[in-house]
Protein backbone atom coordinates (compact mmCIF):
# COMPACT_ATOMS: atom_id res chain seq x y z
CA UNK A 1 0.00 0.00 0.00
CA UNK A 2 2.89 2.22 0.09
CA UNK A 3 2.12 3.69 -3.70
CA UNK A 4 -0.98 4.92 -1.73
CA UNK A 5 1.08 7.72 -0.19
CA UNK A 6 1.40 8.77 -4.04
CA UNK A 7 -1.03 11.09 -2.94
CA UNK A 8 0.69 14.51 -4.29
CA UNK A 9 0.52 15.46 -7.60
CA UNK A 10 2.42 16.97 -10.44
CA UNK A 11 3.42 20.87 -10.95
CA UNK A 12 4.22 23.27 -8.69
CA UNK A 13 6.09 26.12 -8.07
CA UNK A 14 8.65 27.26 -5.36
CA UNK A 15 6.61 27.90 -2.09
CA UNK A 16 6.91 31.36 -0.84
CA UNK A 17 10.10 32.16 1.59
CA UNK A 18 8.48 32.04 4.70
CA UNK A 19 10.65 33.25 8.08
CA UNK A 20 9.36 33.21 11.26
CA UNK A 21 11.49 35.43 13.08
CA UNK A 22 9.45 35.04 16.19
CA UNK A 23 8.46 37.51 19.36
CA UNK A 24 11.52 37.86 20.88
CA UNK A 25 11.31 37.91 24.55
CA UNK A 26 13.87 37.88 27.43
CA UNK A 27 14.16 34.60 27.98
CA UNK A 28 17.44 33.22 30.04
CA UNK A 29 17.09 29.69 30.10
CA UNK A 30 18.97 28.21 27.51
CA UNK A 31 17.31 26.97 24.08
CA UNK A 32 16.99 23.50 24.01
CA UNK A 33 18.08 21.33 20.72
CA UNK A 34 15.71 19.70 18.16
CA UNK A 35 17.71 16.59 18.71
CA UNK A 36 16.32 16.70 22.94
CA UNK A 37 12.97 17.58 21.52
CA UNK A 38 13.23 14.51 19.14
CA UNK A 39 14.57 12.09 21.89
CA UNK A 40 11.36 13.14 24.34
CA UNK A 41 8.78 13.10 21.50
CA UNK A 42 9.88 9.46 20.61
CA UNK A 43 9.76 8.41 24.00
CA UNK A 44 6.57 9.75 24.90
CA UNK A 45 4.75 8.02 21.31
CA UNK A 46 5.56 4.28 20.42
CA UNK A 47 4.74 5.64 16.42
CA UNK A 48 7.60 8.30 16.50
CA UNK A 49 11.03 7.49 15.96
CA UNK A 50 13.86 9.64 16.97
CA UNK A 51 15.81 9.05 13.44
CA UNK A 52 12.08 9.79 11.75
CA UNK A 53 11.86 12.93 13.93
CA UNK A 54 15.07 14.04 13.49
CA UNK A 55 14.48 13.64 9.51
CA UNK A 56 11.96 15.93 9.58
CA UNK A 57 14.78 18.71 9.89
CA UNK A 58 12.31 20.84 11.86
CA UNK A 59 12.74 24.33 12.35
CA UNK A 60 11.71 26.07 15.30
CA UNK A 61 10.20 29.02 16.58
CA UNK A 62 11.67 31.87 18.52
CA UNK A 63 9.18 31.50 21.33
CA UNK A 64 9.14 28.46 23.69
CA UNK A 65 6.63 26.81 25.87
CA UNK A 66 6.33 27.54 29.38
CA UNK A 67 8.68 24.44 30.51
CA UNK A 68 11.37 25.57 27.72
CA UNK A 69 9.91 23.01 25.18
CA UNK A 70 10.72 23.91 21.34
CA UNK A 71 7.73 25.12 19.27
CA UNK A 72 8.16 23.51 15.70
CA UNK A 73 7.51 23.37 12.28
CA UNK A 74 8.11 21.76 9.32
CA UNK A 75 7.55 23.10 5.92
CA UNK A 76 6.67 21.08 2.33
CA UNK A 77 7.19 23.50 -0.37
CA UNK A 78 7.01 21.85 -4.51
CA UNK A 79 10.27 22.13 -6.20
CA UNK A 80 9.30 23.56 -9.52
CA UNK A 81 9.94 26.99 -9.91
CA UNK A 82 8.96 27.05 -13.49
CA UNK A 83 5.49 26.41 -12.73
CA UNK A 84 3.08 29.77 -12.59
CA UNK A 85 0.87 28.15 -10.39
CA UNK A 86 1.04 28.47 -7.35
CA UNK A 87 -1.76 26.17 -5.91
CA UNK A 88 -2.60 27.37 -2.45
CA UNK A 89 -1.20 26.85 1.14
CA UNK A 90 -2.11 24.55 3.64
CA UNK A 91 -1.58 24.83 7.51
CA UNK A 92 -1.58 21.63 9.22
CA UNK A 93 -1.53 21.88 13.40
CA UNK A 94 -1.95 18.64 15.27
CA UNK A 95 -1.87 18.54 19.36
CA UNK A 96 -3.56 21.60 20.59
CA UNK A 97 -4.41 19.24 23.08
CA UNK A 98 -1.53 16.97 24.46
CA UNK A 99 -3.80 13.84 25.58
CA UNK A 100 -4.83 13.06 22.29
CA UNK A 101 -2.03 10.75 21.34
CA UNK A 102 -3.98 9.28 18.10
CA UNK A 103 -4.00 12.48 16.97
CA UNK A 104 -0.42 13.53 16.96
CA UNK A 105 0.43 10.53 16.00
CA UNK A 106 -0.88 10.44 12.52
CA UNK A 107 0.62 13.54 11.85
CA UNK A 108 3.69 12.15 12.25
CA UNK A 109 3.07 9.37 9.58
CA UNK A 110 1.53 11.41 7.42
CA UNK A 111 4.81 14.09 7.38
CA UNK A 112 6.49 10.62 7.01
CA UNK A 113 4.23 10.26 3.60
CA UNK A 114 5.13 14.00 2.74
CA UNK A 115 8.90 13.81 3.38
CA UNK A 116 8.77 10.91 0.89
CA UNK A 117 7.02 12.31 -2.17
CA UNK A 118 7.02 15.77 -0.78
CA UNK A 119 7.86 17.33 -4.51
CA UNK A 120 4.63 15.60 -6.01
CA UNK A 121 2.61 18.73 -4.08
CA UNK A 122 1.45 21.31 -6.15
CA UNK A 123 0.67 23.26 -2.86
CA UNK A 124 2.96 24.48 -0.05
CA UNK A 125 2.12 22.58 3.50
CA UNK A 126 3.54 24.01 6.85
CA UNK A 127 3.13 21.34 9.41
CA UNK A 128 3.57 22.00 13.27
CA UNK A 129 3.41 18.99 14.10
CA UNK A 130 2.75 18.88 18.29
CA UNK A 131 1.30 22.68 19.05
CA UNK A 132 1.07 21.72 22.45
CA UNK A 133 4.39 20.25 23.68
CA UNK A 134 4.15 20.62 27.08
CA UNK A 135 1.02 19.02 27.28
CA UNK A 136 1.86 15.76 25.85
CA UNK A 137 5.48 15.51 27.36
CA UNK A 138 5.46 17.48 30.19
CA UNK A 139 3.41 14.91 32.70
CA UNK A 140 1.84 11.51 32.75
CA UNK A 141 -0.36 10.92 31.62
CA UNK A 142 -0.46 13.83 28.89
CA UNK A 143 -3.10 16.70 29.72
CA UNK A 144 -5.11 18.67 27.36
CA UNK A 145 -4.13 22.06 28.78
CA UNK A 146 -0.65 23.39 27.97
CA UNK A 147 1.48 23.82 31.47
CA UNK A 148 -0.40 26.68 32.44
CA UNK A 149 -3.88 24.92 32.39
CA UNK A 150 -4.89 26.88 29.29
CA UNK A 151 -6.88 24.80 26.68
CA UNK A 152 -5.31 26.65 23.50
CA UNK A 153 -8.39 25.76 21.59
CA UNK A 154 -10.16 28.27 23.58
CA UNK A 155 -7.43 30.86 23.59
CA UNK A 156 -6.71 31.90 20.50
CA UNK A 157 -7.82 35.59 19.72
CA UNK A 158 -11.42 35.77 18.10
CA UNK A 159 -13.18 39.08 18.41
CA UNK A 160 -15.96 37.78 20.72
CA UNK A 161 -12.88 36.65 23.66
CA UNK A 162 -13.06 39.33 26.15
CA UNK A 163 -16.73 39.68 26.11
CA UNK A 164 -17.62 35.83 26.12
CA UNK A 165 -14.61 33.34 26.56
CA UNK A 166 -14.87 33.25 30.66
CA UNK A 167 -18.54 34.23 30.40
CA UNK A 168 -19.23 30.74 28.76
CA UNK A 169 -16.29 28.92 30.49
CA UNK A 170 -18.13 29.70 34.14
CA UNK A 171 -21.74 29.33 32.18
CA UNK A 172 -21.38 26.15 30.03
CA UNK A 173 -18.74 25.05 31.23
CA UNK A 174 -18.96 25.34 35.08
CA UNK A 175 -15.10 26.10 35.58
CA UNK A 176 -14.39 22.91 34.02
CA UNK A 177 -10.45 23.10 34.17
CA UNK A 178 -10.28 20.93 30.89
CA UNK A 179 -12.05 24.24 28.93
CA UNK A 180 -10.36 27.17 30.77
CA UNK A 181 -9.69 29.97 27.64
CA UNK A 182 -6.77 31.41 29.86
CA UNK A 183 -6.78 34.70 31.61
CA UNK A 184 -6.59 36.54 28.46
CA UNK A 185 -7.19 36.40 24.54
CA UNK A 186 -3.87 34.78 23.45
CA UNK A 187 -2.35 34.67 26.92
CA UNK A 188 -0.04 31.50 25.83
CA UNK A 189 3.27 31.71 23.77
CA UNK A 190 1.89 28.90 21.93
CA UNK A 191 -1.18 30.65 20.66
CA UNK A 192 1.05 33.64 19.82
CA UNK A 193 2.77 31.80 17.72
CA UNK A 194 -0.08 29.57 15.81
CA UNK A 195 -1.40 33.08 15.58
CA UNK A 196 1.81 34.93 14.04
CA UNK A 197 2.08 31.42 11.45
CA UNK A 198 -1.69 32.15 10.25
CA UNK A 199 -0.95 35.99 10.22
CA UNK A 200 2.84 35.40 7.63
CA UNK A 201 1.87 31.74 6.20
CA UNK A 202 -1.57 32.78 5.10
CA UNK A 203 -3.01 29.57 4.64
CA UNK A 204 -6.10 29.38 2.24
CA UNK A 205 -6.97 26.18 4.42
CA UNK A 206 -6.32 24.99 7.88
CA UNK A 207 -6.39 21.39 8.57
CA UNK A 208 -5.98 20.39 12.11
CA UNK A 209 -6.52 17.00 14.03
CA UNK A 210 -8.13 16.21 17.00
CA UNK A 211 -9.80 13.07 18.85
CA UNK A 212 -11.95 11.37 19.97
CA UNK A 213 -15.43 12.00 18.67
CA UNK A 214 -14.99 10.75 15.49
CA UNK A 215 -16.52 12.92 13.13
CA UNK A 216 -15.30 15.83 10.75
CA UNK A 217 -15.77 19.48 11.55
CA UNK A 218 -15.36 22.32 9.02
CA UNK A 219 -15.82 25.83 9.03
CA UNK A 220 -15.65 27.36 5.97
CA UNK A 221 -18.13 28.51 2.77
CA UNK A 222 -20.27 25.54 2.52
CA UNK A 223 -19.33 24.81 -1.24
CA UNK A 224 -15.79 23.60 -0.11
CA UNK A 225 -17.52 21.15 2.69
CA UNK A 226 -15.90 18.01 2.50
CA UNK A 227 -18.16 14.80 2.27
CA UNK A 228 -16.10 12.26 4.68
CA UNK A 229 -12.12 12.14 5.30
CA UNK A 230 -11.61 7.98 5.35
CA UNK A 231 -14.18 6.62 7.74
CA UNK A 232 -14.90 10.53 9.24
CA UNK A 233 -18.48 12.09 8.12
CA UNK A 234 -18.90 15.84 7.86
CA UNK A 235 -21.39 16.93 11.06
CA UNK A 236 -20.99 20.44 12.45
CA UNK A 237 -19.65 20.51 16.29
CA UNK A 238 -19.60 24.27 15.86
CA UNK A 239 -16.98 27.23 17.49
CA UNK A 240 -16.39 28.72 20.23
CA UNK A 241 -14.98 31.80 21.68
CA UNK A 242 -11.23 31.54 21.46
CA UNK A 243 -11.53 28.12 19.66
CA UNK A 244 -9.35 27.84 16.41
CA UNK A 245 -12.86 27.80 13.95
CA UNK A 246 -14.05 30.70 15.44
CA UNK A 247 -10.64 32.22 15.41
CA UNK A 248 -9.64 31.68 11.99
CA UNK A 249 -12.74 29.84 9.97
CA UNK A 250 -14.94 32.60 10.81
CA UNK A 251 -12.75 35.88 11.81
CA UNK A 252 -10.05 35.40 9.52
CA UNK A 253 -12.14 33.44 6.90
CA UNK A 254 -9.98 30.73 6.61
CA UNK A 255 -11.46 27.28 6.15
CA UNK A 256 -11.02 25.05 8.80
CA UNK A 257 -10.98 21.50 8.31
CA UNK A 258 -11.01 19.49 11.48
CA UNK A 259 -10.64 15.74 11.80
CA UNK A 260 -11.37 14.33 15.53
CA UNK A 261 -10.66 10.52 15.05
CA UNK A 262 -12.23 8.20 17.29
CA UNK A 263 -10.27 7.54 19.61
CA UNK A 264 -7.62 9.41 21.35
CA UNK A 265 -5.51 6.10 22.83
CA UNK A 266 -5.95 3.28 19.61
CA UNK A 267 -5.16 4.19 16.09
CA UNK A 268 -6.88 3.74 13.17
CA UNK A 269 -5.51 1.06 10.51
CA UNK A 270 -2.99 1.66 8.36
CA UNK A 271 -5.21 1.47 5.39
CA UNK A 272 -7.33 3.57 6.67
CA UNK A 273 -5.17 6.04 7.89
CA UNK A 274 -3.85 5.55 3.86
CA UNK A 275 -7.44 6.56 2.59
CA UNK A 276 -7.75 9.71 5.09
CA UNK A 277 -4.57 11.13 3.77
CA UNK A 278 -5.82 10.30 0.18
CA UNK A 279 -9.00 12.08 1.41
CA UNK A 280 -7.75 14.69 2.59
CA UNK A 281 -5.59 15.66 -0.92
CA UNK A 282 -8.34 14.78 -2.71
CA UNK A 283 -10.22 17.59 -1.31
CA UNK A 284 -7.41 20.39 -1.26
CA UNK A 285 -7.15 19.00 -4.83
CA UNK A 286 -10.81 20.35 -5.64
CA UNK A 287 -11.44 23.09 -4.00
CA UNK A 288 -8.28 24.82 -3.77
CA UNK A 289 -8.29 26.59 -6.87
CA UNK A 290 -11.70 28.11 -5.82
CA UNK A 291 -10.32 28.56 -2.02
CA UNK A 292 -7.51 30.62 -3.50
CA UNK A 293 -9.70 32.61 -5.90
CA UNK A 294 -11.78 34.09 -3.13
CA UNK A 295 -9.06 35.38 -1.40
CA UNK A 296 -6.93 38.36 -2.43
CA UNK A 297 -3.50 37.69 -3.43
CA UNK A 298 -2.14 38.75 -0.40
CA UNK A 299 -4.34 37.77 1.87
CA UNK A 300 -5.30 41.06 3.46
CA UNK A 301 -8.45 40.49 3.04
CA UNK A 302 -9.18 37.93 5.56
CA UNK A 303 -6.63 39.49 8.25
CA UNK A 304 -8.62 42.69 7.90
CA UNK A 305 -12.06 41.54 8.09
CA UNK A 306 -14.13 43.65 10.87
CA UNK A 307 -14.30 42.09 14.83
CA UNK A 308 -18.32 42.13 14.33
CA UNK A 309 -18.18 39.71 11.44
CA UNK A 310 -18.06 37.21 14.57
CA UNK A 311 -20.98 35.67 15.90
CA UNK A 312 -21.58 36.02 19.57
CA UNK A 313 -22.69 33.16 21.99
CA UNK A 314 -25.33 33.21 24.06
CA UNK A 315 -23.53 32.51 27.66
ZN1 LIG B 1 -8.81 18.19 20.86
Known amino acids: M ?16 ILFPGVSHADTVSKPTVSEFCQEFSKKLRTVKYQGCMNFDLKTAELRSKEN ?6 EFKPDDPSNPAHNGRILFISGIHGDEYTAISITYLWM ?13 WLFMPLANPDGL ?20 PSPDWDRWALKYWKHRYAKNPRRYPGPSAASENETKWMVEVIKKFRPDAIISVHAPYGLLDYDGPEYATP ?7 HRELGTFP ?3 GRYAGEYLEIPVLTLELRAANSMPGEAEIVQMWQDIENWVQKQMPTLRARRSPEGTTALNAKPDQANSPQP
Request: charged residues 15%.
Open 2 to 17: KTCYHFLLTSSLIGLS
Open 69 to 74: RLLTYR
Open 137 to 156: LGKNPATRMNANGVDLNRNF
Open 227 to 233: NKIGILK
Open 242 to 244: GSL
Open 112 to 124: QAMLKHQYRSSQH
